[in-house]
């Protein structure tokens, strides 16, 4: 920020001076934020007040309601939208009665800058203010700021409010970035969005609308408002928005309304489950959303806009997961781009790496942008230096999107990394810790307008400093040159389709006494429970526990209920009372044993060697069924195959069907002895496959030629699930996209030479056996 800005939002905070002890810290930037906006649009209307004071006199004999009253006030504000018809200001309200005086002055304001207070909660603090008997004090130090437009621009104003939110927030631990992005990242994304538009930059009187979903402060309706004036003074810029927090939003409302903007356009409110826009499209959007915020607390409406509406709401795309709703807002943004029939509109959002490549293949993430790029909205991708936010450190994006994209730009992406191009702060705000030039943000403009590939190309930057703490190597990695680089990529090219890979299931099978004895208990949560009851109370000589078929004491736990449920508590918390109760249940007890003793029953049948052919198992399970004189239910033949079977790698693979279609052996359907065999698929060798889009050839071949040359070399047994399609084209495997930005721009760096290592690793030695032999010494 501009020596002025900085100099002016330190006196103002000096105010805090005046506040401390009687006020929370946490609470001074409530009281010095409205004191200052007062202050601001008190210089702003004083060369009008005179001309007010005379309208107001005449129009107050007419007896017309207050919105009649206003528009004939306004014409004498000299183009203002807002006025105040008190004889009063800040240096006339006096000593006694001030409070009542500074009411009755604030009350005197039209009514959009009336309510501005009112979010605020001015009242509130200025009585506590006056019981506190510092209202007086504070006026008169706020009185002296001169905070007119001659002295103070509108920029350097917005700068000031925001250096104040700033302090505030590091004051009462609060989160500055949700409030206002900084400058140099509102310049580099306004002039990516703006910069396409000859008209508006060109033509006289031209009518643009910039629209902020995240509005905060209003940092960049200001930006984009003040960057086409610049170029093209004769355009008229109108600004619409919406925000979340009130005294964001007052400050945004106070901003625009000085601008002379319509203020009734910047709403307050929560934009994804209340978008009081609703229908109204812009020419241009600029956003910086929350990172990684859940919308648990709205995901009710959400979900109910994308179930109902689908695309005819903002949501039909998908939805992300509710842990981040950036995608969300960029949904949003979406939908609200003017329609392309009347010039299209453009976008620019700041989010974090999540939406490039979070979610696979058939998720919400994935979802939203096969849409965006298949829609052909994403015109290109920045990548920004870390450290350029002031609440948070982490790597951060500039997306570009547009509906009225140039020929040339037609079903193509541009992906700029500009990671490198930034410089360190003299000193660090938050987190906030390097900033971008105008030189850094020229370089990434001219690379964008051009539409221009641009191989890594190394940048005049100092290479970061190292620690001198502690040993230093001899031999020094050395560090990546910084470089700037720009690729261009086909839409498609981000996208694949995941196939399913799937393999045989082969099992063997075996009556063996070990397998057959865990029968004896159940195999889910109870498992470990019961084995221990079992060791424990099951041998006791006055209640012995028998396999006979009529024990009478099998199962029976009554006399021991309390010292079960003591050791449940201490090594089984995770069991549930139905749990509990069922496993101090006889029934549960003798339901396995009988379980158990039938196993045992085909295992005389059948005897205990091992089989490695699993589809043979059912036939040999009746036919020792029969023999044995058993009856065998569901139950019973589901928990006997479960404890007498196990995956075996050198089995023979499982049937699961016989068909009469032809023989597709890449899509499971192998020939066998003439036969058309499917096989059972084993889960656990199930595996995914990435196979990228190719618009030039048919889905099954791309599949087809890439399952013959990646996988099936590998495991000759392996196929194709045929049945997992996507949703959309009904092709063999599900569409996804990912922009793996890091990627593509990766630098690969060898490592050390195994000889420096071994050179330091023999001084690191050198050095601990010297300070081995003092201690000894």
């Given at each position: 920020m501009s020596q002025t800005s900085n100099n002016l939002a330190t006196d103002s905070w000096a105010i805090a001076d005046l506040l401390r002890g009687d006020f929370r810290q946490s609470q001074y930037g409530r009281i010095i934020l409205p004191f200052c906006l007062l202050r601001r649009l008190e210089c702003v209307l004083e060369a009008s007040k005179e001309a007010v004071l005379a309208e107001h006199q005449k129009v107050q004999a007419m007896n017309l309601p207050e919105e009649?009253?206003?528009?004939?006030?306004?014409?004498?504000?000299?183009?203002?939208?807002f006025f105040n018809t008190s004889k009063m200001d800040l240096s006339k309200l006096g000593e006694s009665g001030i409070k009542a005086n500074l009411e009755s002055y604030i009350q005197s304001f039209s009514k959009d800058a009336r309510e501005i207070f009112e979010y605020f909660n001015f009242a509130e603090f200025i009585g506590q203010?006056?019981?506190?008997?510092?209202?007086?004090?504070?006026?008169?130090?706020?009185?002296?700021?001169?905070?007119?437009?001659?002295?103070?621009?509108?920029?350097?104003?917005?700068?000031?409010?925001?250096?104040?939110?700033?302090?505030f927030a590091e004051s009462s631990n609060d989160t500055a970035g949700e409030h206002f992005t900084p400058r140099d990242i509102v310049r580099l994304t306004t002039s990516l969005v703006f910069m396409e538009d000859d008209e508006a930059l060109t033509k006289p009187g031209i009518i643009r609308t910039i629209y902020d979903p995240t509005a905060g402060t209003g940092g960049f309706l200001s930006a984009g408002m003040e960057y086409v004036h610049e170029l093209n003074p004769?355009?008229?810029?109108?600004?619409?928005?919406?925000?979340?927090?009130?005294?964001?939003?007052?400050?945004?409302?106070?901003?625009?309304?000085?601008?002379?903007?319509?203020?009734?356009?910047?709403?307050?409110?929560?934009?994804?489950?209340?978008?009081?826009?609703?229908?109204?499209?812009f020419d241009y959007m600029l956003?910086?959303?929350?990172?990684?915020?859940?919308?648990?607390?709205?995901?009710?409406?959400?979900?109910?806009?994308?179930?109902?509406?689908?695309?005819?709401?903002?949501?039909?795309?998908?939805?992300?997961?509710?842990?981040?709703?950036?995608?969300l807002f960029l949904l949003h943004l979406i939908s609200k781009l003017r329609d392309s029939k009347e010039g299209g509109g453009r976008i620019g959002i700041i989010l974090n790496g999540s939406p490039l490549f979070t979610g696979g293949a058939g998720s919400g993430e994935s979802e939203i942008r096969r849409y965006i790029l298949e829609s052909d909205l994403l015109e290109a991708i920045v990548a920004l230096p870390t450290d350029m936010f002031y609440n948070t450190g982490i790597a951060t994006y500039v997306w570009v999107l547009s509906n009225k994209k140039v020929p040339e730009r037609k079903g193509l992406v541009q992906l700029i990394n500009g990671s490198n191009l930034c410089g360190k702060m003299r000193k660090s705000l938050g987190s906030k810790r390097n900033e971008m030039s105008d030189d850094d943000i020229r370089t990434i403009t001219q690379c964008f307008g051009h539409f221009e590939v641009?191989?890594?190309?190394?940048?005049?930057?100092?290479?970061?400093?190292?620690?001198?703490?502690?040993?230093q190597s001899a031999n020094p990695k050395t560090e990546a040159a910084k470089t700037f680089a720009a690729k261009i990529?086909?839409?498609?090219?981000?996208?694949?389709?995941?196939?399913?890979?799937?393999?045989?299931?082969?099992?063997?099978?075996?009556?063996?006494?070990?397998?057959i004895a865990t029968l004896r208990f159940e195999s889910g949560a109870l498992n470990s429970v019961m084995q221990w009851v079992y060791t424990e109370f099951a041998h006791l000589p006055a209640a012995l526990w028998s396999d006979a078929a009529d024990c009478r004491h099998y199962g029976d736990l009554s006399s021991h209920e309390e010292a079960i449920r003591r050791h449940i508590k201490i090594h089984f918390a995770d069991l549930k009372e139905k749990q509990i109760k069922d496993l101090l249940n006889r029934d549960t007890?003798?339901?396995?044993?009988?379980?158990?003793?039938?196993?045992?029953?085909?295992?005389?049948?059948?005897?205990?060697?091992?089989?490695?052919?699993?589809?043979?198992?059912?036939?040999?399970?009746?036919?020792?069924?029969?023999a044995a004189g058993i009856s065998l239910d569901a139950k019973d033949k589901k928990a006997i195959e479960s404890a007498v079977s196990w995956k075996n790698p050198s089995a023979q693979p499982v049937i699961k069907k016989i068909h009469k279609a032809k023989v597709a052996p890449i899509y499971g359907l192998f020939n066998v002895e003439g036969k058309t065999i499917e096989y059972k698929a084993d889960g656990d060798l199930r595996d995914f496959e990435n196979v990228a889009l190719d618009?030039?050839?048919?889905?099954?071949?791309?599949?087809?030629?890439?399952?013959?040359?990646?996988?099936?070399?590998?495991?000759?047994?392996?196929?194709?699930?045929?049945?997992?399609?996507?949703?959309?084209?009904?092709?063999?495997?599900?569409v996804g996209y990912e922009i793996p930005f890091n990627r593509h721009f990766y630098q690969y760096q060898p490592p050390r030479d195994l000889a420096e290592i071994d050179a330091d690793l023999d001084a690191v030695s050198a050095e601990i056996m010297k300070l081995l032999q003092e201690v000894h010494s």
């Open positions: 009649a009253q206003e528009k004939l006030i306004l014409r004498s504000t000299g183009g203002l939208s203010l006056s019981d506190a008997n510092l209202l007086y004090k504070v006026v008169q130090k706020v009185r002296t700021i001169d905070l007119s437009p001659n002295v103070v621009s509108n920029h350097d104003m917005g700068l000031v409010f925001e250096e104040l939110i700033r302090r004769n355009a008229v810029m109108r600004a619409f928005g919406q925000e979340l927090n009130p005294e964001s939003y007052a400050i945004c409302k106070a901003d625009m309304l000085i601008k002379g903007q319509e203020v009734s356009n910047i709403k307050l409110g929560n934009t994804l489950s209340n978008d009081q826009l609703y229908a109204t499209t956003s910086n959303p929350p990172f990684g915020v859940d919308w648990k607390k709205i995901e009710d409406d959400i979900a109910k806009e994308h179930t109902e509406k689908g695309f005819d709401g903002r949501f039909g795309a998908g939805l992300p997961r509710v842990s981040d709703g950036s995608l641009v191989d890594a190309r190394e940048l005049d930057k100092p290479t970061e400093a190292k620690s001198n703490r502690g040993r990529f086909k839409t498609h090219e981000f996208g694949y389709r995941r196939i399913t890979i799937e393999r045989p299931l082969r099992q063997s099978y075996q009556f063996s006494d070990e397998r007890w003798t339901s396995t044993k009988a379980t158990m003793l039938k196993a045992q029953a085909l295992q005389s049948k059948l005897g205990n060697a091992q089989f490695d052919d699993m589809n043979h198992y059912d036939d040999a399970i009746a036919g020792a069924a029969k618009p030039s050839k048919t889905v099954n071949d791309i599949n087809e030629a890439y399952f013959n040359k990646e996988v099936q070399p590998h495991v000759p047994d392996a196929w194709i699930d045929a049945s997992k399609k996507d949703d959309k084209d009904q092709q063999i495997g599900i």
